[in-house]
C-alpha cells in the first residue's frame, strides 16, 4: 500500500502523463490521421556509384504536394536506413510560394513529444506532433530540416517531383528564402505528411517502380498518374474524401532489392505503415523482367563502369512473379486494404527487351487478367500499347524511352480508374 507521499507523487505524475497525452492525442471519434502525401525512402543504389550524394550539412528544405486538405498535419521521417542515430536540430513547416521561399505568416515550428529538436535512432522512423496549419488541396508545403553537423546521405528518394534545396551553414527553417540555396533531386529523411481527417477520408497507395514515380516528367510538373489521378479524385470530392500517396521507386522490383528494397520487403514500410489505408494500386514486376536482360555495355551511366549485367543471375519465371502478386493482396487484405492490380506494359525498344522476356510478360498479364485475388485490374497494358505493334508502346503516349509514359501517356492510366470504386472503401 502506498503511503500519502507515495500516492501523492503517482498522482501528479499520472496528471503529468494525461496532460502530455491530451495535447497531442486525437479523440478518434472525432477522426483518424489520414497519410496524404508520401515517399518511399531508400538507400542510395549501390549499383549505380554516380547516384551517390556526399554528406550534406545545414539547412534542407523539401518541397511536398499534399493530395487532399485539411487543418492539423503532422510530419513523418526516417531514419530506416541509417547504420547511427540521426540528429535534427530543428524542423519547420510552411505554405510554399515558389521556390525556395514560404508563404510569410505560414511557418509553424515542428515538435517531438514537445521538443524541437530530436535524435533517431538508427533503422527507426519518428513522428511529430500535430501542428495546426491550413492546407489547401494540391497545394505545396515546405519542410526544412536543420542539420547541424553533416550526416551521410542513407535514406532518401531520388529524383522526386520537386526540387529541394539545401543552404548554410546555420539554422535557417524560419527563413522566408534560402540564400544561395543548392538545388538537390531528391526528398531526404521525409517519408510522408499525415492529416487529421473525418472518418469518412481514407487513402489509396500506388506501389509500383518508375512508372508509378513518373519517371521522365520534370520537377513540379506533378505529370505521373498518381498526380494526375489525385487532381481527379479532389474535382470529384470536394479536396477531402480521398488521398492518394505515391510510394513507387525507379527500377523497384517484386522479388529482388537493389533499387530499393524489393516490394515484399518495403511493404509494411511503405503501406501498411501509413494511417488510414484503404486500398491499394499495383503496378510491379516489369523490373523483374527487365533487369536480368539488361546489356549493360550499351547503357551510359556516369561513373558507373558497368559491362556484365549483374543482375544476370535473378532472372525470374512468370509464376515467380505471380506468386509475389498473390503475396502482395494476401497481405493487404489481412489489413481490410482493397487491391487493384495494373497489367504490365509494353517494353519493346528498350536494352532489355527479349522474345523470352515478352513471353514472361504475356503470361503475367493473362494471369492479372484472369484472377480473382484482386478487387479489380486495371488493363494499362491494353490501354497504351500500340495497336498494331503491342509489344511496344503507342506514339501518342511514348516519353521517348519506350517504357514510361509521357504526360499524355500517365493521363491516360489515370483516366481508366473507376473513382468511384476508390470511393466505395470503408475504413
Known sequence: MLRPA?????????????????????PK???????????????????????????IAGTLRMVVRPSIGGERLRIRLSNTYGASALY????????????????????????????????????????????????????????????????????????????????????MTSSLELPKAEIKPAWFFLSALEMWEPMTTTTTVAFGDSITEGSNNLPAQYADYPDQLARRLVEANGGRATALINEGIGGNRILHDDAGASALSRFDQDVLSNPGI???????????????????????????????????????????????????????????????CGTLMPFEGTNSYDVEGEAIRVKVNSWIRASKVFEGVLDFDV?????????????????????????????????????????????
Do not use: C
Not at 489547401?136 to 528518394?157: C, F, G, M, N, R
Not at 546489356?295 to 509464376?319: G, H, T, Y
Not at 500500340?386 to 492510366?413: Q, V
Open 6 to 26: 507515495g500516492a501523492a507523487i503517482v498522482t501528479v505524475i499520472l496528471w503529468l502523463a494525461g496532460s502530455t497525452l491530451s495535447s497531442s492525442a486525437e
Open 29 to 55: 471519434a472525432n477522426g483518424h490521421w489520414v497519410s496524404v502525401w508520401g515517399a518511399s525512402q531508400y538507400a542510395p543504389f549501390k549499383f549505380i556509384p554516380a547516384a551517390a550524394e556526399a554528406p
Open 88 to 171: 535534427i536540430g530543428a524542423v519547420h513547416v510552411a505554405l510554399t510560394d515558389t521556390g525556395s521561399k514560404i508563404v510569410p505568416g505560414t511557418d509553424r515550428v515542428v515538435t517531438f513529444g514537445g521538443s524541437s529538436e530530436i535524435r533517431i535512432p538508427a533503422a527507426s522512423p519518428a513522428i511529430s506532433d500535430s501542428i495546426d496549419l491550413p492546407v489547401k488541396a494540391l497545394s505545396e508545403v515546405s519542410i526544412s530540416l536543420y542539420l547541424p553537423s553533416s550526416v551521410d546521405i542513407s535514406t532518401w528518394h531520388r529524383g522526386p517531383q520537386h526540387d529541394s534545396y539545401l543552404a548554410g551553414p546555420g539554422n
Open 278 to 340: 484503404a486500398n491499394l494500386i499495383v503496378l510491379e514486376g516489369i523490373n523483374d523482367i527487365g533487369f536480368p536482360r539488361v546489356r549493360m555495355a550499351e547503357l551510359k551511366i556516369p561513373n558507373a563502369n558497368l559491362r556484365e549485367n549483374i543482375f544476370a543471375s535473378q532472372k525470374v519465371s512468370a509464376d515467380e512473379i505471380v506468386q509475389g502478386l498473390q503475396q502482395i493482396a494476401v497481405r493487404a487484405h489481412d489489413h481490410g486494404i482493397r487491391v487493384f
Open 383 to 427: 490501354l497504351v500499347r500500340d495497336p498494331d505493334r503491342p509489344t511496344k508502346l503507342r506514339l501518342a503516349f511514348d516519353s521517348g524511352d519506350h517504357i514510361h509514359p509521357n504526360p499524355a501517356g500517365y493521363k491516360a492510366m489515370a483516366d481508366l480508374i473507376n473513382l468511384s470504386e476508390l470511393a466505395a472503401a470503408k475504413h
